[in-house]
């Protein structure tokens, strides 16, 4: 089946560190592959997505690439601001329904 | 009002009562999804409706039953909940297919005494 694999948090950074938060992916077919980000007391919300073999999402300063031969979406961000402080799913679909399969999620702590 | 809404925003009920949890979204979406998000597992998803039929059911136990009356309304009806129930229960909408983008309301938490 299906699975997302992803960097154990917390992750604690200085506000304008580089960030990365590794993910894998196990997949049947061509998935497309989201990092959604919540904030304290919110829903998820979409970050950014990206839908075939090397395309780059990308949104707020944060970048992914879609890596067939790695099997991986690594989020990135070169400056981080205390803002940025929230829990980061990595996450993948590849029914027509549109189900997502879930990362187990990395808090993103960053301060001042 | 706009995007995905759910109430109540926080429930607290005991292993008897019966309650219900509502989502209702604004996007014009086909597709509306139930999520399980608790402290010790990853978010689980529990059931996809799809032009108001279900499409699928995750292996919920038979406690949780969704309605879906119209592709705007989604319902989690809760019957003799257990302690284990507890959690933050999500509910999500979308154009459903494999590239969209699911849009979430902020969650429901729910606290089974």
């Known amino acids: 089946g299906n699975s997302v694999t992803q960097m154990e948090g917390p992750v604690t950074l200085s506000e304008e560190a580089f960030l990365t938060i590794n993910c894998t992916y196990t997949?049947?077919?061509?998935?497309?592959l989201f990092w959604y980000v919540q904030y304290p007391g919110e829903g998820l919300q979409l970050l950014l997505k990206?839908?075939?073999?090397?395309d780059k999402g990308s949104n707020k300063g944060f970048e992914a690439t879609y890596r067939k031969e790695t099997t991986s979406f690594h989020l990135e961000k070169g400056s981080v601001q205390v803002s940025d402080s929230a829990v980061y799913f990595c996450?993948?679909?590849?029914?027509?329904?549109?189900?997502?399969?879930f990362g187990a999620g990395t808090q993103v702590v960053v301060t001042p | 009002e706009t995007g995905v809404t759910q109430t109540p925003r926080h429930l607290v009920m005991g292993m008897t009562n019966k309650k219900s949890l509502k989502c209702e979204q604004h996007?014009?979406?086909?597709?509306m999804y139930w999520y399980k998000q608790s402290a010790k597992k990853p978010l689980e998803l529990m059931f996809v409706?799809?032009?108001?039929?279900?499409?699928e059911n995750n292996s919920v136990p038979s406690r949780f039953s969704p309605e879906c009356p119209n592709s705007s309304h989604l319902f989690l009806h809760l019957h003799t909940l257990q302690p284990e129930d507890s959690a933050l229960y999500l509910c999500?909408?979308?154009?459903?297919?494999?590239?969209?983008?699911?849009?979430f309301g902020p969650g429901t938490r729910l606290t089974v005494l």
């Open positions: 996007l014009g979406h086909n597709a």
């Open positions: 997949a049947t077919g061509y998935p497309s």
């Open positions: 996450a993948l679909s590849t029914d027509s329904w549109g189900k997502l399969q």
């Open positions: 990206a839908t075939k073999a090397d």
């Open positions: 999500a909408s979308s154009q459903g297919g494999t590239s969209d983008t699911q849009y």
């Open positions: 409706y799809s032009l108001e039929e279900r499409v």
